[in-house]
């Protein structure tokens, strides 16, 4: 049974695995969250050594919570959704049903997991989520060769999740309360936080970047002269190679930039915040947290930051062909260009047709 200890600012849960074996000891912060959080750890600490699993042990019976524990340290933190990944991990570190053995774990235990979930949040949410798992147990396979079949394929994926975002485009009204509640036209100089941000909505929307890849654009990657922006590869905000690693070309990319994007990119620069590495100096949390604010403000409704990437696309295919679009865009499935990132409203596209077809034989 596990005991606790207060200590200050700190609580100490502590498992015995019994006699001649160590005490299993971990401290949290001497808080309601905290003190709930070290008897989630204690919890999976039970499980697995009810399952005979020993925290130093590493094979075939190490434990899904370490895994992913691993899995975390080791990929997601090089990603640009490390922040929101490390949170998901988290929660399945504390849960007790991964406490089982890596090898033990069944596609019936992902499909209950999913359930679950889908009682929390949102299909989508969900999705997202086995997305990370299953990433984790490849790792599993051709890293850590713990496993040999990921018990995430053939899960039941949730009911809705694969429902593609059906956001019309901006508004021009909907463009100026974004404006007026980022401050961005009363602060030329974007000196708030919450104006670079502004900035940034502005620039996807000429772009089609995604928002990892603005905010690690550095001073080097902006070519005025050219109307050239560069997104390095196989960093944090840069393009992804193929997850097969056998990729023959380049995955970074040059974004050319219409004239508005490079006075944008342009301005961000000339008031860099100092001692800033990147153009824009503000993290991805931040920009998350002012992004969420600003909508609030302005009252425009069920918008997502990433949706920028849906708008730049549709305008940008009235004037690139799909080749041309999938390399400024950083998409390189076409078919994922036309059926997610290209709006397709039918009476948009009648405004462009003749009086009649007949006409034109």
Not at 7 to 32: C, H, M
Not at 223 to 234: G, K, N, Q
Not at 270 to 294: F, N, Y
Request: glycine share 6%.
């Amino acid at each position: 049974m596990a005991s606790f200890e207060t200590r200050g600012s700190t609580i100490r849960a502590i498992v015995r695995q019994g006699r001649d074996l160590p005490k299993l000891v971990k401290a949290f912060d001497n808080t309601p969250a905290g003190r709930k959080a070290a008897e989630a750890w204690a919890k999976v600490a039970e499980a697995k050594k009810d399952a005979g699993i020993e925290p130093s042990e590493r094979g075939s019976s190490i434990a899904a919570s370490d895994l992913f524990e691993e899995y975390e340290e080791k990929v997601c933190r090089l990603r640009d959704t490390a922040r929101f990944d490390a949170y998901r991990i988290g929660a399945w570190m504390r849960d007790v049903r991964w406490a089982k053995p890596v090898d033990r774990i069944t596609t019936f235990d992902v499909n209950e997991w999913i359930a679950a979930r889908c009682k929390e949040v949102s299909p989508a949410t969900a999705n997202r989520e086995l997305n990370l798992m299953s990433g984790a147990f490849a790792y599993a396979i051709k890293v850590r060769g713990w496993i040999k079949v990921n018990p995430c394929h053939g899960a039941q994926r949730p009911a809705g999740a694969m429902k593609r975002r059906d956001r019309d485009l901006l508004t021009p009204d909907e463009i100026k309360a974004i404006r007026i509640a980022s401050g961005i036209d009363k602060d030329p100089e974007l000196r708030t936080k919450t104006a670079r941000v502004g900035a940034c909505f502005l620039f996807a929307l000429e772009t089609g970047m995604r928002s990892g890849e603005i905010l690690r654009l550095r001073p080097r990657d902006f070519d005025p002269a050219r109307s050239v922006a560069h997104v390095a590869a196989i960093e944090a905000g840069g393009r992804k190679a193929a997850k097969s690693g056998r990729a023959t070309v380049d995955a970074s990319r040059d974004v050319p930039l219409t004239a508005t994007a490079a006075a944008i990119l342009a301005r961000l620069l000339a008031t860099m915040p100092e001692g800033s590495a990147h153009i824009v100096g503000v993290i991805d949390g931040t920009r998350d947290a002012l992004w969420r604010k600003i909508m609030r403000q302005a009252g425009v409704e069920g918008l997502t930051f990433h949706d920028t990437k849906h708008e730049a696309a549709t305008r940008l295919a009235a004037i690139l062909d799909p080749f041309e679009l999938s390399h400024a865009i950083g998409t390189k499935d076409l078919k994922l260009i036309r059926d997610t990132y290209y709006n397709n409203r039918a009476e948009r596209v009648a405004k462009r047709l003749p009086s009649s077809l007949m006409a034109l034989a």
